[in-house]
């Protein structure tokens, strides 16, 4: 059983930081690549960031500029910062990880439960 275990969301004002955390524990063989994906009502989860175990990130471009990407391969965490936060950030922050269990075993994708983020004045 694997679990993402996401963490540091929030309500923030505009212009403000938050930093993001997501922990993967369980049985892992390995983790590939791993992200964050976002859904604010109303509108369809759409991808943040990601970054493969190698380092190399895909950033949006609505975010580029304002939020990084980063992952610890020894802690199993990826990480989010999040910066010059605007109100249309306002949304639900999915951690996701692309996860082999076993050696032999295909690797499957899995979700965090979500963790809110708000920017209000």
């Known amino acids: 059983q694997v679990q993402l275990v996401e963490s540091g969301g929030g309500l923030v004002q505009p212009g403000g930081s938050l930093r993001l955390s997501c922990a993967a524990s369980g049985s892992i063989f390995r983790i590939y690549a791993m992200g964050w994906y976002r859904q604010a009502p109303g509108k369809q989860r759409e991808l943040v960031a990601r970054?493969?175990?190698?380092?190399?990130?895909n950033i949006a471009d609505s975010v580029k500029g304002r939020f990084t990407i980063s992952r610890d391969n020894v802690k199993n965490t990826v990480y989010l910062q999040m910066n010059s936060l605007k109100f249309e950030d306002t949304a639900v922050y999915y951690c996701?990880?692309?996860?082999?269990?076993?050696?032999?075993?295909?690797?499957?994708?899995?979700w965090g439960q979500g963790t809110q983020v708000t920017v209000s004045s």
């Open positions: 996701n990880a692309d996860i082999k269990t076993f050696w032999n075993s295909p690797s499957v994708k899995y």
């Open positions: 970054i493969d175990n190698g380092g190399s990130t």
